[in-house]
């Protein structure tokens, strides 16, 4: 199994960037998937959620302007960032996790960093 994030890069504070998780050796439409960052110096937090059916929950943080979605046909799950702030620099992960069974996968991560 593996998890392949893309799309992280270097932006101003108001910009846009979408991150790519490609997710191979499952089939995607029996997970629940997550975007998750992790700041310097701090802990790693939940940033989005979506399941199959396409429910989706957000932190507070980015609620508004960050949205989750996912091609299962493509095997892809996406976050699109807009208004990004200067405390959006982390790095990016995905998750799969198996809604009926123990699976439990990340992919390495994405750095995104929003300058001032």
């Known amino acids: 199994v593996q998890l392949l994030e893309s799309g992280g890069g270097l932006v101003q504070a108001g910009g846009s960037l979408r991150l790519s998780c490609e997710v191979s050796?499952?089939?995607?439409?029996?997970?629940?998937t997550a975007w998750y960052r992790q700041a310097p110096m701090k802990e790693r937090e939940l940033v989005a959620w979506?399941?199959?059916?396409?429910?989706?929950k957000y932190s507070d943080a980015v609620k508004g302007r960050f949205t989750i979605s996912r091609t299962n046909a493509k095997s892809t799950v996406y976050l699109q960032m807009n208004s990004l702030r200067t405390d959006g620099t982390a790095v990016y992960c995905c998750?799969?996790?198996?809604?009926?069974?123990?699976?439990?996968?990340w992919g390495q991560g994405t750095q995104v960093s929003v300058s001032s």
């Open positions: 979506i399941n199959n059916p396409g429910a989706t």
């Open positions: 050796g499952v089939r995607l439409s029996m997970f629940d």
């Open positions: 998750r799969a996790t198996e809604r009926m069974g123990t699976g439990n996968y």
